[in-house]
């Protein structure tokens, strides 16, 4: 039996020891939890959106009901539920083994890790046969390290589950379309139960990625050999089987309005306005990228010229039929997000350590270069600012964490364009991945759940858990902060009432309630209490910033005096 050498570690590696080298999915675990789990369970609930997906979450957990989606009394018709179940089973699991409650907002958020981490995996995984083993494996280091997955790995909502589903349907479609001889109907069946799941996480988004990628490499090569390889006679139908049953379920239980509401109120309103005040311009993704694919686009941007040049190559040409055709219709969609491009990160951050890992590779023309590095000075400049004028704008101090944020920002600048001006762009790219873990944790860990001016629903819970201990949340309203965190943190029968004199009418109809008037509405409740004859005490008060409305609110906490 013949037994190889061992391979020796890349020198552009330098800073991965070898025995990690040597273990590259142990290594990109490690990697993925040292960046991504300072803050995971010190970040309170988030609005709007996390604090809904954890709050429809746990009614779907009280209820036992895991068909229809609620926040408070109000249907959500706007997602699938996979990415419910997969919160609930792990609300369960923690339960059960006493490790969490439902009460814990990082307990919906474990999916979220998780989905980031088998993303990273499969980069990795499928990368292989497309870039290399090397390259592979730092692109995936790269792809962990990037600012918005970072951030949604913290969040408890679908993206990075949903990402984990598309990059392992693009890693299965990739095999298919380089040797669609050796394409298995094991893994035409993976395929299609992929997107399945995806679909049930995101609707058709999952889907629309490789569709648009087989059409654009069906027009480049004037056939599509591949497509036979997929089984699409057996595959689309095990598609809809995946999907169906709960589309079917929830159509009956909503009598269709969740189709309504999905499609006409949440889908098509993001293709042709900017929902929720989150319109951007055409370019907005590719303007935004140095920031949420920070520290890993400069290299990726340096790296586009000579990708563009190899489109000829099969690798290369599949990875770019990844990207550009669903990038175009992310940057013709008006409403944008910086995460709305995550599933297409996988591929870009491949191309990316293709150019570092290359000795032969060319640099793109100075400018463009200048404009790649510019990204990243700027980018990480702007997190130690951002970091320190954070602490000073709510606290009034810039404490210890908000000021190392810079120092760890210019060592990764500093680092990185050393390293590049050397040829080592493979440890570039390796140092800027490593060095941006102790930016994450500093501000994930040290500095914004220090923010306490931002979290205003816990401390709204404490107030009435020390003040009205014991109050059910059916007998609290609030008004003026009609934030999804309050249902969260409170409980899932909390009156979210629109006026002041809602408040007052709301605390007159019944004994033992309490309610949470913001100083917009204050003096409203108190003419309306007059005139109901309703005496109030007041028992507590809490300040905060609304970071979702950008403005400092003050919530008086009343309930109806005692004679």
């Not at 290299?299 to 669903?326: E, G, I, K, Q, Y």
């Not at 800027?432 to 860990?445: H, K, N």
Request: with cysteine; proline share 7%.
């Amino acid at each position: 039996m013949h037994i190889s050498a061992p391979s020796r570690p890349d020198p552009s590696l330098g800073a991965v020891p070898e025995a990690l080298q040597r273990r590259p999915r142990l290594a990109l675990v490690l990697l993925c939890l040292l960046l991504w789990l300072p803050g995971f369970f010190t970040l309170p609930a988030t609005d709007r959106d996390e604090a809904r997906f954890a709050q429809a979450t746990r009614q779907m957990v009280e209820s036992g009901d895991h068909v229809r989606i609620r926040v408070g009394e109000e249907e959500r018709n706007k997602k699938p539920a996979g990415i419910h179940w997969l919160q609930s089973a792990s609300v369960h699991l923690l339960e059960a083994a006493h490790l969490g409650s439902r009460r814990d907002i990082w307990a919906y958020r474990v999916p979220s890790l998780l989905g980031g981490i088998l993303a990273v995996l499969a980069t990795f995984h499928w990368g292989r046969s497309l870039v290399g083993r090397r390259a592979a494996f730092l692109g995936a280091a790269m792809l962990a390290s990037c600012l918005v997955l970072v951030a949604e790995a913290h969040i408890a909502k679908t993206d990075a589950a949903l990402l984990a589903t598309i990059a392992a349907a693009m890693g299965l479609f990739s095999q298919a379309y380089l040797r669609p001889e050796q394409f298995t109907a094991r893994q035409a069946a993976g395929f299609w139960l992929v997107l399945g799941a995806s679909v049930l996480l995101k609707g058709p988004v999952g889907p629309m990625v490789p569709l648009l990628a087989g059409i654009t490499l069906a027009a480049a090569d004037r056939g599509a050999p591949w497509l036979r390889a997929l089984r699409p006679g057996w595959g689309l139908p095990l598609l809809v089987a995946a999907a169906a049953p709960w589309f079917i379920a929830i159509g009956i239980a909503t009598e269709g309005r969740f189709f309504r509401q999905a499609v006409g109120g949440d889908m098509l309103a993001k293709i042709g306005s900017g929902e929720e005040k989150h319109w951007g311009p055409p370019g907005f993704y590719l303007l935004s990228f140095g920031i949420a694919a920070f520290p890993a686009a400069w290299v990726v941007l340096c790296a586009l010229p000579a990708a563009w040049r190899d489109r000829l190559n099969p690798p290369t040409r599949v990875l770019l039929a990844w990207v550009v055709p669903s990038w175009l219709v992310f940057e013709a969609v008006q409403t944008k997000l910086p995460h709305y491009t995550l599933p297409l990160y996988p591929a870009l951050m491949l191309l990316g350590a293709a150019w570092a890992m290359d000795p032969l590779r060319r640099l793109p023309a100075r400018w463009w270069r200048g404009i790649a590095v510019a990204a990243l000075g700027l980018v990480a400049l702007g997190l130690g600012l951002v970091a320190m004028a954070a602490a000073w704008f709510m606290l009034r101090e810039a404490f210890g964490p908000s000021l190392l944020v810079l120092p760890f920002a210019a060592a990764l600048v500093w680092v990185a364009l050393r390293s590049a001006r050397q040829g080592a762009w493979g440890r570039a790219a390796v140092a800027g991945t490593l060095l941006a873990i102790p930016i994450y944790a500093a501000v994930l860990e040290g500095v914004v759940p220090r923010l306490w001016p931002l979290w205003i629903a816990p401390r709204l819970e404490a107030v009435l858990r020390d003040r009205a201990p014991g109050l059910d949340s059916r007998d609290f309203g609030i008004t003026s902060h009609a934030e999804p965190s309050v249902l969260f943190a409170v409980g899932g029968g909390t009156s979210l009432l629109r006026t002041g004199m809602d408040a007052a009418r709301f605390l007159a109809a019944g004994p033992g309630r309490v309610v949470a008037v913001g100083d917009r509405a204050e003096a409203d409740f108190r003419r309306e209490a007059a005139d109901l004859s309703l005496p109030v005490q007041e028992i507590g008060e809490v300040t905060g910033f609304n970071y979702t409305r950008g403005r400092w609110i003050t919530l008086q906490l009343f309930r109806r005096a005692t004679p």
